[in-house]
């Protein structure tokens, strides 16, 4: 059962791509897969989003998996190899979470079942790059996630021009230069294939 997070901060896209990955992994049956999605507050949307899409969802609410809920979602992924024995679980954490955070609470979740761990996958969107980069605001929390990814999707490319997600490119490149680095639009399936065969053959 390979675990594979999809982060990044609040409306990036994350729950689009994990819509459209999770029946790209699927593959129409050929493989089973499962979602896990973070919330922070009292109304899961993403949850409903994705159950009203026909995907098995199960929500964790109440804080962030790196921190309060570490130990619910363990548990969570124990339950879901357990009874459901997926090939892949894809991740939502919520915006604020550090991916490497993440990939310990799902370790843990691992001691009691046979589990790999795919990359980290952040995406970056490249419609508000300053706003996410600015250091007075939200810059120390995205570029920590920047430093933390496997492998970064510029979100949005649909909606700005080449020079402006090639920009995109060379700003997460400062922060991490060992990362793949994807064009990404959920909308018009543009890295889609891309994600789908990174995660099937990764290895950690």
């Not at 691992?110 to 419609?127: C, E, N, Q, Y």
């Not at 402006?164 to 543009?190: P, W």
Request: charged share 25%; hydrophobic share 45%; proline share 3%.
């Amino acid at each position: 059962m390979k675990i594979t997070q999809i982060a990044g901060f609040l409306g990036c896209g994350k729950t689009t791509l994990l819509l459209k990955l999770s029946k790209q992994l699927a593959d129409d049956g050929e493989r089973k897969v499962a979602l896990v999605v973070n919330e922070i507050g009292e109304i899961p949307v993403d949850g409903k989003v994705m159950e009203e899409s026909g995907m098995q969802v199960k929500d964790i609410g109440g804080g962030c998996i790196c921190c309060e809920v570490a130990s619910t979602f363990a548990k969570t992924i124990y339950r879901l190899y357990k009874d459901f024995k997926p090939d892949h679980v894809l991740v939502e954490p919520t915006g604020v979470a550090v991916p490497h955070q993440v990939k310990l609470a799902a370790r843990m979740g691992g001691r009691d079942a046979k589990i790999s761990i795919g990359p980290a996958i952040v995406l970056f969107d490249a419609t508000r790059p300053a706003e996410l980069l600015d250091m007075d605001m939200l810059g120390q929390l995205v570029t920590t996630q920047i430093k933390d990814a496997d492998v970064i999707a510029i979100s949005k490319v649909d909606a700005v021009d080449d020079t402006a997600v090639s920009e995109s490119a060379e700003k997460v490149r400062d922060y991490n230069a060992k990362a793949n680095i994807f064009n990404l639009s959920s909308f018009t399936g543009i890295g889609l294939d891309q994600l789908a065969d990174t995660i099937l053959a990764w290895e950690a």
